[in-house]
């Protein structure tokens, strides 16, 4: 993939009636994408490094890339078609010869940001997504201020 990508972080996670909204952003700009809100609470799960007693589904594919000797080297959200956002998982693994190999895998955004807060792994969003998609900084705000937080200074 050569295309231009923003560095992104998860700014906040809001419960909404049909899930989840996850707003990520930079200094310059806040998105928010639409998730199921079992990916939504996994997600917190790991960027609050809550103990879990047993592993959810994105803790066993981690969990299946350490043993494959595989890591995630980023996530990408690569693309927006119809209201639908496309995410690439790209994972590095060597082999025995020490032959570093790329792959890069289609998956939902949602898992895409599981995987990439499980693993500490950086979040990108194509240039073409990010300049496509409203500005909602004001909005999170508002928000963050009706629910008594302050606003992230991340």
């Given amino acids: 993939m050569h295309k231009t990508v923003i560095l992104v972080q998860v700014r906040a996670l809001i419960p909404t009636s049909e899930g989840c ?3 990520l952003g930079d200094d310059e700009k806040v998105i928010v994408i639409y998730i199921d809100q079992s990916v939504g609470a996994a997600i917190g799960m790991f960027l609050g490094a809550v103990d879990k007693e047993r592993p959810l589904t994105h803790d066993l594919i981690g969990h299946l890339l350490t043993a ?8 990408i959200v690569n693309d927006l078609k119809n209201g639908t956002y496309f995410g690439r998982l790209i994972l590095s693994a060597e082999n ?7 792959i890069e895998i ?22 073409s997504v990010w300049d496509e998609v409203e500005d909602v ?3 999170l705000q508002r928000l963050q201020e009706q629910q008594g937080a302050a606003p992230s200074e991340e």
């Avoid at 289609?106 to 240039?127: F, H, N, V």
């Fill in 68 to 75: 494959l000797g595989a890591r995630v080297e980023r996530v």
């Fill in 137 to 139: 900084a004001e909005l």
């Fill in 21 to 23: 909204a996850v707003f």
């Fill in 96 to 102: 025995e010869l020490h032959q570093k190999k790329i």
């Fill in 106 to 127: 289609d998956a939902r955004p949602s898992d895409c940001m599981a995987i990439a807060a499980q693993q500490k792994a950086p979040i990108y969003i194509s240039r």
